[in-house]
């Protein structure tokens, strides 16, 4: 399985980004999609999952939206308004089967660099 993230980069605070997730050898129509980020010094924290249902963390409330494109087998991170404070990696994180198993693992890209300047 390869979870490949892009869009990250420097931006000022007020301003946007949008991260992409490109998947590869995962059943990505049934797989919960989820960004997570991990700032320095601190522990890794949930983003925004699309399961079942959309689920935010609420910090990120009315600023982020996450999406996916079940045929192009990708996930979105819409960032608005950022704040320094969303300074992190962000991961994307897959919870899901490869074709012809039955057992759902959890993977996860190599994350992508967002950096908001004040």
């Known amino acids: 399985v390869q979870l490949v993230e892009s869009g990250g980069g420097l931006v000022q605070a007020g301003g946007s980004l949008r991260l992409s997730c490109t998947a590869s050898?995962?059943?990505?129509?049934?797989?919960?999609m989820s960004w997570y980020r991990q700032a320095p010094g601190k522990q890794r924290e949930l983003v925004a999952t699309?399961?079942?249902?959309?689920i935010y963390a609420e910090s990120v409330k009315g600023r982020f939206t996450i999406s996916r494109d079940n045929y192009q087998k990708r996930l979105y991170l819409q960032m608005n308004n950022l704040k320094p404070e969303d300074t992190a990696i962000y991961y994307c994180?897959?919870?899901?089967?490869?074709?012809?198993?039955?057992?759902?693992?959890?993977?996860w890209g190599q994350g992508t660099q967002v950096t908001v300047s004040s």
């Open positions: 050898g995962i059943l990505f129509s049934s797989a919960d």
């Open positions: 994180n897959a919870l899901g089967s490869r074709p012809g198993r039955s057992n759902r693992l959890s993977y």
């Open positions: 699309w399961s079942t249902s959309t």
